[in-house]
């Protein structure tokens, strides 16, 4: 007697019985054909290391080097000897520094576009890649860090470079510090900054 016969023969609760029992008698089957996999560990080797040892492409600028000689206005100014990096002023506020990391961004018409650039771990670059770096105040930096390569994909999808900046940190009394520059075709800049320890 074939087996829906005798199931249909043996009433309601059987035939669920006998059901049951053949799903597991498959997957016990099933289960038993499946080779078992090895086991996979997956741990961590990033730590805090120098930039010298970093697996990244990275270069690190100091604030006084920024400023050293330079009027202060845009990128520019500081960041051309960057390996790497193609940084250039179209005399345009309106379409902001061209700027390209390894061909990233190299055909941007205005702003920046395929770099992410982030202010104090604070993300300036808009959803669509697209950014500017003519807010960055040269004269308030501590530090400018750039990251080439493929490791600039942590900090988001497409990315072809990172630009880092973080500002000075307030040390000590309440400082007052100016600053004046003039060139040629009346060409002045001057510059107050004003600093003092953050509250505990």
Known sequence: MRLNQLCTA?????????????????????EAAAPALPEVTVRSVLSP?????????VTVVGGQQLRERQWQVNLSESLGNVPGMLIQNRQNY????????????????????????????????????????NHIDLSSLERLEVLRGPYSTLYGNASGGVIQAYTE????????????????????????????????
Do not use: W
């Open 10 to 30: 043996a009433g309601r609760p059987l035939r669920a019985a006998l059901c049951g029992l053949l799903c597991v008698q498959g997957a016990a089957a099933q």
């Open 94 to 133: 309106a379409q902001d520094l061209q700027l390209s990391i390894r061909g990233h961004g190299a055909r941007s018409t205005f702003g920046v576009r395929g770099i992410q650039v982030y202010m104090d771990g604070i993300p300036a670059t808009m959803p669509d890649g697209q950014g500017q770096a």
């Open 49 to 57: 290391t120098t930039v010298e040892k970093a697996p990244a492409a």
């Open 169 to 200: 940190r307030g040390e000590g009394a309440p400082q007052l510090h100016s600053s004046f520059a003039m060139g040629s075709n009346g060409q002045k800049r001057l510059g107050l900054k004003a600093t003092e320890r953050a509250a505990a």
